[in-house]
Nanobody, 113 residues
Framework: VQLQASGGGLVQPGGSLRLSCTAS????????MNWYRQAPGKQRELVAT??????TVYPTSANGRFTISGDVKNTVYLQMNSLKPDDTAVYYC?????????WGQGTQVTVSS
């Protein structure tokens, strides 16, 4: 499985971005797709999960401003609204597979005026 992430960029506080992650290869081995983020000097953290059945799961620390959607066999999205400077991070898509995991390359999101 290969994952291609896109959609990051520079946005002002209060703005929105939509990240995309497109899967290719043995897509039928994907069980979940996830978005993680890693801010400078911080640990990578889970942002959102979508299962192959379309169920969405958010960690208890979720901010309610991010929404995951899509199809793990095609493209998964992360809609981010009301962005804050603290949301600045590299965002990674990640796939849980029947056997193993796969990380995509990160996409930088910078929230700044």
């Amino acid at each position: 499985v290969q994952l291609q992430a896109s959609g990051g960029g520079l946005v002002q506080p209060g703005g929105s971005l939509r990240l995309s992650c497109t899967a290719s290869g043995n897509i039928f081995s994907i069980t979940n797709m996830n978005w993680y983020r890693q801010a400078p000097g911080k640990q990578r953290e889970l942002v959102a999960t979508i299962t192959k059945n379309g169920k969405t799961v958010y960690p208890t620390s979720a901010n309610g401003r991010f929404t995951i959607s899509g199809d793990v066999k095609n493209t998964v999205y992360l809609q981010m609204n009301s962005l804050k400077p603290d949301d600045t991070a590299v965002y990674y898509c990640h796939a849980s597979l029947v056997f193993g995991i796969q990380w995509g390359q990160g996409t930088q999101v910078t929230v700044s005026s």
